[in-house]
Nanobody
Framework: VQLQASGGGLVQPGGSLRLSCAAS????????MKWYRQAPGKQRELVAV???????DYTDSVKGRFTISRDKRKNTLYLQMNSLKPEDTAVYYC?????????WGQGTQVTVSS
């Protein structure tokens, strides 16, 4: 299983970014997929979940601003981030677990600053 995250960058407050996580060795639409983030000096935190049954969930601080989704054809997980705030600055990781083993993408840096 390999997860390749991309799409990060520098954006002004209020701006938008879309993160992508291209997967191989796993079918994204058939597995629970998650986005985490880790800000400097802080613990890694769960941001969004796309469950196997299609349900989604978000940490309170991003509800209404972020949307997690999956593209079956491209076998890719996305995180659409709108109305970005400086406190969203972090390295973002995609994640899945298969047969009890954790798989992480390499991380993509998101910086929200004017």
């Amino acid at each position: 299983v390999q997860l390749q995250a991309s799409g990060g960058g520098l954006v002004q407050p209020g701006g938008s970014l879309r993160l992508s996580c291209a997967a191989s060795g796993i079918v994204v639409s058939l597995n629970s997929m998650k986005w985490y983030r880790q800000a400097p000096g802080k613990q890694r935190e769960l941001v969004a979940v796309s469950a196997r049954d299609g349900n989604t969930d978000y940490t309170d601080s991003v509800k209404g601003r972020f949307t997690i989704s999956r593209d079956k054809r491209k076998n890719t997980l996305y995180l659409q981030m709108n109305s970005l705030k400086p406190e969203d600055t972090a390295v973002y990781y995609c994640y899945t677990n298969r047969f009890g083993r954790d798989y992480w993408g390499q991380g993509t840096q998101v910086t929200v600053s004017s």
